[in-house]
């Protein structure tokens, strides 16, 4: 089976940066799809983050807003989540994920899911 690959993650002090990178080659074949990015930490439901479909449709969810941007290298179909202004409740395992064209960022619409990747915001 196709699979998602996550990388970037890591220990980072508030105030700090990461990229997240999602190799969504393998799925490829899929003309028209929407590649998002969740995060789930320990204890708590499983969130959207951001999301990006193949029409460059893009959303995020108010807390992230201005802090994380999401982008995509449709040639190669890669989509990159770069983190700013990083805070300790940005803490979780960070997950990309695949679904269809009009998902919104209800994990339900989407069928294909990386492994993850922590994302520690800690001083």
Request: charged share 20%; net charge neutral.
């Amino acid at each position: 089976q196709p699979q998602l690959v996550e990388s970037g993650g890591g220990l980072v002090q508030p105030g700090g940066s990461l990229r997240l990178s999602c190799d969504a080659s393998q799925y490829s074949y899929v003309d028209y799809h929407t590649i998002a990015w969740f995060r789930q930490a320990p204890g708590k439901e499983r969130e959207g983050v951001s999301s990006i479909n193949t029409e460059g449709k893009i959303q995020y969810i108010d807390s992230v807003k201005g802090r994380f941007t999401i982008s995509r290298d449709s040639a190669k179909n890669i989509v990159d989540l770069q983190m700013n202004t990083l805070k300790p409740e940005d803490t979780a395992v960070y997950y990309c994920a695949l679904g269809w064209l009009g998902a919104t960022m209800r994990k339900d619409d989407y069928t294909y899911w990386g492994q993850g990747t922590q994302v520690t915001v800690s001083s």
